[in-house]
């Protein structure tokens, strides 16, 4: 039972020698790579870059000792940040003591509501994002961010948070590029794309091992902020206008508690419960990957809870709302850890860097940060997936399509709210109007199929309608005008038998309409049956009094309704 | 293609003697009986009385024209003037010319709604109103015209809109009622309530036919509206406080045209909205049940036309929101009415009484009117409905009980909308774990059940899970989880057939989830196979790469899979 609510004491007793060996090392080497991007993630968010770092460090602790997976490492992510900024600039201005607060309010929001939604085991609201909503969303947020990032990449100064105003803003601005940043933007952006692209099959053709060409690759970033930064400070390109992170508190973060302010609480409300859908999509698509990988169960109400945890904790440390980052727990995965004690190392090694490095970090261009979160975000853009979808479903298409175009033209949150509500009216109209078919035998076996699609045998007397659908509200009425016009079209008909092997639930509403069918039916002298009722159907529907006033009968099978109707004027 | 938009042409040119002598009786009997609820209903909506009597005129005639439906009669129905009146309470105050004109934007907006949505062919948007939230919300509605009537009946003065507030009051005020008004209002009720429960069979034993005690019977209101006219004329009760109709205008209605005012109009359209909706889910359930009985076919999507066409007619002379009512509808099919022909009729016995009789009207007493209302709306409430659908399921009656909950607690609209909501909340939350079952073979047969509920065959290497739900986002996970627990549960297990009998739908999200199970059941060494895949599923399962990738096949049918794979190691 406490086991249930405190995974650590599933793990923790069993923790050896050689299970930290592992996790030391993924802790060092994730220190090393994650700092880049909480710099960036922070900048994306409109933070301070700092703030990026305290996110990084009790969130860990908290998602070690709560959450399920082994190697999922929690943090600043692209999508969280880019989310969190649109939220932010809404109610206070980057840069002020308010925006700072805000962001602190959000995550203690979000970390509530994952914490509430984990205890009342309501993981499976996460489900209605579906996939194309979700592919659709990461698509076009990797657009945005790109958009985003461009500015600091050129050395503007943009303000627009949709795609349209921020591009005109970009192409109004461009006379004004600042030379040495966008050199120093576009060459790390280049170092970057081109070490993504050939980086593993180069240093594989010099002779490493396919694993480190893999870590190497991914330490690309580091290389990018380690030059960038010298040349800065060599050449003190700051002086000459090259945006730098500057000055960083040192120290360990401060204590912090969110005040209560009804009005902004109000205004994130919105806002939080969107960043913790996402976040934990996201989070534990990913961690129920590796957990396959490895045969370790994930369960998803727990995940909530361990990702609530990290939020509040990053809540309470001057952070910014985290959830589990692809990036950085492919790093931990790669890097060998075995269980969430590397994340602890890593959140050590993080305090230690925020204690004694920060003055390294100074000289650290924007434009190189803004480099790294550019190629991140591309990596979002899933071109592949979108013209799957197109070939596969037309309608998933059109979910998919509206949350892109909604999330570039209107922002974040109309994106995912358009694209969910679009997807449940899809299936809600699609289920309105069900497929049905009038099925045949085929000779010689048990077995009926669609009379359209099959060579089958029937008689004239004997109408066999499937029903594809459940039977509810929405599609009652259009089953009463499917049975009335099959009566109408076939003046020699004698019994109906409706196959329900595809229904799995007859509401209040079908009810009435079975009722409904089963008087005009008797009044035009055909007798109404039932065959294949599933168990759960059948005995929801001895509770009414259908059954009893029902002209026919329900038959276990189609065969034994064909036996016994088809002979019986043969 | 002209009959279809202008149904009247469908019956004109055959137009007889004999039929104009059946309709002509209706249309007299109609005028007669429809003048006291015309005038109520007005009352009910904080109108003036006269506005019932305008609104029975120009949408008669306009339905005539437009609707399909022989022998609906259209004009202000009791549930239309209840929301129309919380409506108009919203942006007016009663007895103001605003809140005249504010009644014929309700009607304008509504008649366009109807008219945009029968073009669109978006009648189906109805079905959404399930039978337990449309049954709810009558009966809630039945409770909050009684209780709004009651302040008629007693001559109190009341203001509330929704039903504690309103009772309270109604205690509070209960020292200032008025004696001769209380008299008035409780003879007619008690006159009404004695003639429904006895009235057709006293009329029997007095030897009349059935039919002529029936319309003697319905015609209570009209005695009871005479009999307290009279009275209140010969002793000038108007004088000692009682409340009558007064002065109504002579003549024909004026021609109006409702003027366009932003915020009224942004302000009507959600109230307008469900107007419409309600209106046509009773007028055109109606239709068809009468529809049935003469074997005559009703369009919903041309009802959608004719209704919205008496709505805009109202608009234009001086009427309210009307639709087809159930009495006014029960009188003229019981009258003979055979065409709309008698709606015609209808509407110039009304325009008649317009003209000339108005000052015979300025007696009757406004409680002898609410003493009609209520023994009508009393009937809304339809316990027996409420008891069965608690029976056959909990998940239908919760939403009949929230719906009926807000209706009283917070008004009509947030009846409706929460009924509506909770109802597609339940479908998808139920649609979202769905039933599976482990199928064997029933012995001897080429049948397959569920193992828990029969006794069935089976095999220890081959599972056969039969899915009762559509796959799509909403339980795409769920259904991972079921085949990764069945795998891990089963170590002996070699093949995993999903029966899809009762999928109807495999959406991208479902897809996703199905190539993920069945690489990782490859990993397990187990082989995925399926079943009994309809056409349409078949079809657009082609269009992904799916069944390339899938390690196994897909079978016509169970017993296919099951002689060919259990077989296998025997």
Redesign the interface.
């Known amino acids: 039972m406490l086991k249930r609510y405190l995974p650590i004491l599933s793990w923790l007793p069993h923790y050896n020698r050689r299970l930290c060996g592992a996790d030391l090392l993924a802790g060092v080497i994730v220190t090393v790579m994650v700092i880049p991007q909480s710099l960036a993630y922070a900048i994306l968010a409109g933070l301070p870059a700092v703030v990026g770092l305290y996110a990084s460090l009790l969130p860990l602790l908290a998602y070690a000792l709560l959450g399920t997976s082994r190697t999922l490492a929690v943090g600043p992510v692209a999508i969280i940040a880019l989310m969190t900024g649109a939220a932010l600039s809404g109610v206070a201005t980057p840069g002020t003591p308010a925006y700072l607060e805000a962001a602190l309010v959000l995550s203690l929001l979000s970390g509530l509501m994952l914490i509430v939604m984990g205890l009342l085991r309501m993981g499976?609201l996460?489900?209605?994002?579906?996939?194309?909503?979700i592919g659709g969303f990461l698509s076009a947020s990797g657009l945005l961010i790109a958009a985003n990032q461009a500015g600091h990449l050129l050395g503007l100064d943009l303000e627009a948070h949709t795609l349209l105003p921020r591009l005109g803003e970009l192409a109004a601005d461009l006379p004004g590029v600042h030379g040495p940043t966008l050199a120093l933007g576009i060459g790390s952006l280049a170092f970057l794309v081109l070490l993504r692209l050939y980086g593993v099959r180069g240093l594989r053709r010099l002779g490493l091992p396919t694993p480190l060409a893999g870590l190497l690759t991914r330490a690309g970033p580091i290389a990018a902020v380690a030059a960038t930064t010298w040349l800065t400070w060599r050449f003190d390109l700051a002086a000459q206008g090259v945006a730098v992170i500057g000055e960083i508190p040192r120290g360990l973060p401060p204590l912090t508690l969110p005040g209560f302010e009804p009005a902004l609480w109000r205004n994130l409300l919105v806002p939080a419960f969107l960043i913790s859908v996402v976040g934990f999509v996201e989070s534990v698509s990913m961690g129920q990957m590796l957990g396959?990988r490895r045969r370790e169960r994930i369960s998803?109400n727990q995940e909530l809870v361990g990702l609530g945890g990290a939020n509040l904790a990053a809540a309470l440390s001057a952070g910014m709302p985290v959830t589990g980052g692809l990036s950085r727990t492919v790093i931990n995965y790669d890097a060998g850890a075995r269980t969430p004690m590397a994340g602890l190392f890593a959140a050590v090694g993080i305090a230690l860097v925020t204690l004694l490095l920060t003055p390294l970090l100074y000289h650290l261009p924007i434009a190189t940060l803004a480099a790294t979160i550019t190629v991140a975000s591309l990596t979002l853009v899933d071109l592949p997936m979108i013209r799957?979808?197109w070939?596969?479903?037309r309608?998933?298409f059109s979910a998919m399509a509206v949350t892109i175009v909604l999330t570039l033209v209107e922002g974040v949150e109309a994106g995912i709210l358009g694209g969910v509500t679009l997807?449940?009216a899809l299936?809600?109209?699609?289920?309105?109007?069900?497929?049905s078919?009038l099925v045949g035998r085929i000779p010689g076996?048990?077995?009926f199929r669609?009379m359209v699609?099959h060579d089958t045998e029937t008689v004239r007397h004997v109408a066999l309608l499937r029903i594809?659908?459940?039977l509810?509200?929405?599609?009652?009425?259009?089953l009463e005008d499917t049975a009335y016009d099959l009566v109408t079209t076939h003046p020699e008909l004698e019994h109906l038998v409706l196959i329900c092997?595809?229904?799995?639930?007859i509401?209040?509403?079908a009810?009435?309409s079975l009722d409904a069918i089963n008087a005009?039916l008797k009044d035009s002298g055909v007798t109404l049956h039932l065959a294949e009722v599933?168990?759960?159907v059948m005995d929801?529907l001895k509770?009414?009094d259908f059954l009893d006033d029902m002209t026919g009968r329900v038959f276990?099978?189609t065969?034994a309704a064909w036996r016994e109707l088809a002979r019986e004027t043969e």
């Not at 299936?427 to 497929?435: A, D, I, V």
């Not at 509810?472 to 259009?478: G, L, M, Q, T, V």
């Open positions: 499976f996460a489900n209605f994002l579906s996939h194309p909503v396959a998803p799957q979808t070939r596969y479903s309608s998933d997807s449940v299936f809600l109209y699609r289920t309105s109007r069900p497929h078919a076996t048990e077995h669609n699609r594809d659908e459940s509810y509200f929405a599609n009652a009425r259009y092997s595809a229904v799995n639930l509401d209040a509403s009810l009435e005009r599933k168990g759960p929801q509770r009414s276990l099978s065969y």
